[in-house]
């Protein structure tokens, strides 16, 4: 495999997608990565199947962020992994769904560069795709819309670091969330004052992909309170429009038998 996918050479970092949680999602070069690696420095994300596909002498070293929980500060851990590539080994940093869509990849990747370690970049399927499919959501068809919308609900605040939820709103594409459930009942509200319906349909998947899949759908204007009342928490992924009103149809097909009716 070495031959085929390159080597991984000591003193590199490696920045790798490790998908929503199945590990059938893995790209080849990714599994390449885990049974190569000397030390994994992985994120909550990532899933324990997935880490079981690491060489039995690889370190692992944890190093996720969780909204609300104590968590490593993002520029300890990008001089961790500048440490461990200057100490020689071949590092692995994994993380869940795509290293560059909200997994602050790319800052890792910056300081890489200011610390002139070699690094390469291996993407991964996004939740926000990758979990949306496994749930039976697609995020686009011709005859619901021509664009989706990726984006955080980690900073629904006012201010100027506050999302305009009301632009976002005019576009009428849908809108597939990340980082949103502490959020919900911010940011549902202010969807409803910009003009979306109350009656927009709205798709919750929790734990997308692995065995503790869960999927819930309803509307905007309930979303909160349902989701509260099925239990659901995060990791989530919440979309917003009309494709996750096409789940019915997707699942009553027999695409998706773990996910809730």
Same mark, same amino acid.
């Given at each position: 495999?070495?031959?085929?996918?390159?080597?991984?050479?000591?003193?590199?970092?490696? @920045?790798?997608?490790?998908?929503?949680?199945?590990?059938? =999602?893995?790209?080849?070069?990714?599994?390449?990565?885990?049974?190569?690696?000397?030390?994994?420095?992985?994120?909550?994300?990532?899933?324990?199947?997935?880490?079981? @596909? #690491?060489?039995?002498?690889? &370190?692992?070293?944890?190093?996720?962020?969780?909204?609300?929980?104590?968590?490593?500060?993002?520029?300890?851990?990008?001089?961790?992994?500048?440490?461990?590539?200057?100490?020689?080994?071949?590092?692995?940093? @994994?993380?869940?769904? $795509?290293?560059?869509?909200?997994?602050?990849?790319?800052?890792?990747? =910056?300081?890489?560069?200011?610390? /002139?370690?070699?690094?390469?970049?291996?993407?991964?399927?996004?939740?926000?795709?990758?979990?949306?499919?496994? #749930?039976? !959501?697609? +995020?686009?068809?011709?005859?619901?819309?021509?664009?989706?919308?990726?984006?955080?609900? /980690?900073?629904?605040?006012?201010?100027?670091?506050?999302?305009?939820?009301?632009?976002? *709103?005019?576009?009428?594409?849908?809108? !597939?969330?990340?980082?949103?459930?502490?959020?919900?009942?911010? &940011?549902?509200?202010?969807?409803? *004052? +910009?003009?979306?319906?109350? $009656?927009?349909?709205?798709? !919750?998947?929790?734990?997308?992909?692995?065995?503790?899949?869960?999927?819930?759908?309803?509307?905007?204007?309930?979303?909160?309170? $349902? #989701?509260?009342? +099925?239990?659901?928490?995060?990791? +989530?992924?919440?979309?917003?429009?009309?494709?996750?009103?096409?789940?019915? *149809?997707?699942?009553?097909?027999? =695409?998706?038998?773990?996910? =809730?009716?």
């Amino acid at each position: 495999m070495t031959d085929r996918f390159g080597a991984f050479e000591p003193g590199t970092v490696w @920045l790798v997608g490790a998908g929503p949680g199945d590990p059938g =999602l893995l790209t080849l070069l990714a599994v390449h990565a885990l049974q190569t690696a000397d030390v994994i420095v992985y994120d909550a994300l990532v899933s324990d199947d997935v880490l079981a @596909l #690491a060489r039995p002498e690889a &370190i692992r070293e944890f190093a996720g962020k969780r909204g609300g929980k104590p968590s490593p500060k993002q520029r300890d851990i990008t001089e961790r992994l500048i440490e461990l590539a200057r100490a020689g080994h071949r590092v692995l940093r @994994l993380k869940g769904g $795509d290293p560059f869509v909200f997994g602050r990849g790319g800052e890792e990747a =910056l300081g890489l560069v200011a610390a /002139h370690v070699p690094f390469k970049v291996v993407p991964g399927i996004t939740a926000g795709l990758g979990g949306l499919a496994a #749930a039976g !959501i697609p +995020a686009t068809t011709r005859d619901t819309n021509q664009a989706v919308i990726l984006m955080t609900g /980690h900073c629904a605040t006012d201010g100027s670091d506050g999302i305009d939820w009301a632009a976002y *709103a005019r576009t009428g594409a849908p809108l !597939i969330l990340y980082m949103a459930m502490s959020n919900l009942p911010k &940011i549902a509200p202010a969807l409803i *004052a +910009a003009g979306t319906a109350p $009656d927009t349909p709205v798709a !919750i998947v929790v734990r997308a992909s692995t065995e503790a899949q869960r999927t819930l759908v309803t509307t905007l204007a309930t979303a909160h309170d $349902d #989701a509260i009342a +099925a239990g659901f928490e995060a990791p +989530a992924i919440i979309a917003i429009g009309a494709i996750a009103g096409l789940k019915a *149809a997707l699942v009553g097909a027999g =695409l998706d038998a773990r996910a =809730l009716p």
